[in-house]
């Protein structure tokens, strides 16, 4: 692994069903994040971690819960999906001095 | 919170010069990142600004000014690969978290 690794690359999911988004970083960065991004809103904060252990709400937590166990993964969970969900998911982490690393994203229907 | 601006789309010819603005209104203000992002790919990093200034790298020059909330990002001598989206984030002082703007569209044309 190099860098940020991201899985899928792409879903489709019926609306209703739970979903997890997996990420997965070798730079040992404390801190990881996850975006949503769609047409004409830009990147917007889903839920964020400082250190393994510790999460926190971002701009748009609702409908999605993470959590950090070790310093390398970072996963997302949709528990039960909605059309409004539809997105292209950044995982992010960032180094000392703040400079964030984005994985090349998952591109995710819900129907 | 924070409110980040800047120009939805912006067009320019080949060899010419753009200049992407960015404001923002913030509770909090440690630094401002330009990322880049091609179309279908993921962001990556330009440039920092922490202190008042310009900050030169190659083709790109990123300027800050935090008393006014206020920054741009210059790309010169155009290049057709250019064409991105160009976004301005602003990390909070408090928790360091990254606020994206919505990116501004940069066609070059021949």
């Known amino acids: 692994i190099a860098g940020i690794t991201q899985a899928p690359t792409s879903q489709i999911l019926a609306a209703g069903r739970r979903m997890t988004l997996r990420c997965t970083q070798d730079?040992?960065?404390?801190?990881m994040y996850w975006y949503r991004q769609d047409l004409g809103l830009g990147l917007r904060l889903i839920h964020y971690?400082?250190?393994?252990?510790?999460?926190g709400k971002g701009e748009v937590p609702d409908g999605y819960s993470v959590s950090r166990a070790n310093t390398d993964d970072f996963p997302l969970t949709l528990a039960s999906a909605v059309p409004s969900q539809t997105s292209v998911y950044f995982c992010?982490?960032?180094?000392?001095?703040?400079?964030?690393?984005f994985g090349p994203g998952t591109r995710l229907t819900v129907l | 919170g924070q409110n980040i601006d800047q120009p939805t789309e912006m067009t320019a010819t080949e060899g010419a010069i753009v200049q992407i603005n960015c404001t923002y209104q913030t509770s909090g203000f440690n630094g401002l990142f330009w990322y880049q992002q091609h179309a279908g790919e993921a962001p990556t990093f330009l440039s920092y600004n922490v202190l008042d200034g310009l900050e030169e790298k190659g083709r790109f020059s990123s300027f800050l000014s935090r008393s006014k909330g206020y920054s741009y990002l210059l790309l010169k001598e155009l290049q057709m690969k250019d064409s991105a989206s160009y976004l301005c984030?602003?990390?909070?002082?408090?928790?360091?978290?990254?606020?994206f703007g919505a990116g501004t569209t940069v066609t070059v044309r021949a």
């Open positions: 971690s400082n250190t393994a252990g510790t999460t």
């Open positions: 730079m040992r960065h404390n801190a």
């Open positions: 984030a602003v990390e909070g002082s408090n928790d360091y978290k990254l606020s």
């Open positions: 992010a982490s960032s180094d000392d001095a703040g400079k964030a690393f």
